[in-house]
């Protein structure tokens, strides 16, 4: 599976952005995604995820009520609508994709795209 990441850039805090993360998987609906995100010198963290159906989805604790995940299956393609930015949001953002149950933990999804960059100026 193929990943890609856009819709990175800068933006003043308090901004919006919407990441999209186009796949090539013809049976992406088989495939539970997420965003995960990488500020330097620190570890990939998770931010967001999404079920298979786009039913249900789980957020970090740090976005919760400004980011927003979704998914449009007969595009295969996965969104993190991204409102009220701050500073400490700045980081190379990463799609991904597993088979099977979605997951919060970056070790349990296989396919990842080649991130897009997010900076938020304060």
């Known amino acids: 599976v193929q990943l890609q990441a856009s819709g990175g850039g800068l933006v003043q805090a308090g901004g919006s952005l919407r990441l999209s993360c186009l796949a090539s998987?013809?049976?992406?609906?088989?495939?539970?995604a997420g965003w995960f995100r990488q500020a330097p010198g620190k570890e990939r963290e998770s931010v967001a995820t999404?079920?298979?159906?786009?039913?249900?989805?789980y957020y970090a604790d740090s976005v919760k009520g400004r980011f927003t995940i979704s998914r449009d299956n007969a595009k295969s393609t996965v969104y993190l609508e991204m409102k009220s930015l701050r500073p400490e949001d700045t980081a190379v953002y990463y799609c991904a994709t597993r088979w099977g149950p979605t997951s919060l933990a970056a070790d349990d999804y296989g396919n990842w795209g080649q991130g897009t960059l997010v900076t938020v100026s304060s």
């Open positions: 999404i079920t298979r159906s786009g039913s249900q989805t």
């Open positions: 998987e013809y049976s992406f609906i088989k495939l539970s």
